[in-house]
């Protein structure tokens, strides 16, 4: 069974740094992309950017190039998004999800079940 | 961008009810839409890929039809479990896009 597996819940200070993961788990993670959306009652589901676990090549949406950071570790088939000064608009939902190529379509096949990330002073 | 809108933004209907939601795209798309459903407190569910393909596991009473810019969701026969949040998005183009959202409830 296919699992993408988010850690916790955090509560962090503006200027803070943070890093949350994505545990893929039931098949080949280097064979699929992981991509991050972000979720706010306000801009509803965004699209940030998604990563190749195969070489770690990722692509950012614009509107959060230079304020995140996607890794992974295939080692432990395990992807990561950091930030290296939070923002208390980071407030927000935060699902990975695996990226299918099927034929010329794309689409995010299974997702995680989230990850609540809270800026507050 | 591409901008991606729907309509309605909310919806009441009934069980047993025939429902559509329609996803405009602000330019050309081809068939490169897909549909998710998300509940409260949960991760979105992929429903349709490539704009007419049913996901593996979704009942048959989700279809989806358009094409280019105009596009829909149809619910045939609605079943309590679909009381939901549903999106569109678009892999046309990166960024990839979702459409803003439209809720249905309970009438």
């Known amino acids: 069974e296919v699992q993408l597996v988010q850690s916790g819940a955090e509560v962090k200070k503006p200027g803070e740094s943070l890093r949350i993961s994505c545990e893929g788990s039931?098949?080949?993670?280097?064979?699929?992309?992981i991509t991050w959306v972000r979720q706010t009652p306000g801009k509803g589901l965004e699209w940030m950017g998604r990563?190749?676990?195969?070489?770690?090549?990722?692509n950012y949406s614009p509107s959060f190039e230079g304020h995140v950071t996607f890794s992974v570790d295939k080692s432990v088939s395990t992807a990561y998004l950091q930030w290296s000064s939070l923002k208390a608009s980071d407030t927000a939902q935060y699902y990975c999800?695996?990226?299918?190529?099927?034929?010329?379509?794309?689409?995010?096949?299974?997702w995680g079940q989230g990850t609540l990330v809270t800026v507050s002073s | 961008d591409i901008q991606m809108t729907q309509s309605p933004s909310s919806l009441s209907a009934s069980v047993g009810d025939r429902v559509t939601i329609t996803c405009r795209a602000s330019?050309?798309?081809?068939?490169?839409l897909n549909w998710y459903q998300q509940k409260p407190g949960k991760a979105p569910k992929l429903l349709i890929h490539?704009?007419?393909s049913v996901q593996s596991g979704v009942p048959s009473r989700f279809s989806g039809s358009g094409s280019g810019t105009d596009f829909i969701l149809t619910i045939s026969s609605l079943q309590p479990e679909d009381f939901a949040t549903y999106y569109c998005?678009?892999?046309?183009?990166?960024?990839?896009?979702f459409g803003p959202g439209t809720k249905v409830d309970i009438k």
């Open positions: 039931g098949y080949s993670f280097s064979n699929y992309w």
């Open positions: 490539g704009t007419i």
């Open positions: 999800a695996r990226v299918r190529v099927n034929g010329n379509y794309l689409d995010f096949d299974y």
């Open positions: 330019q050309g798309i081809s068939a490169y």
């Open positions: 998005q678009q892999t046309y183009n990166t960024p990839f896009t």
């Open positions: 990563i190749n676990p195969r070489d770690s090549y990722a």
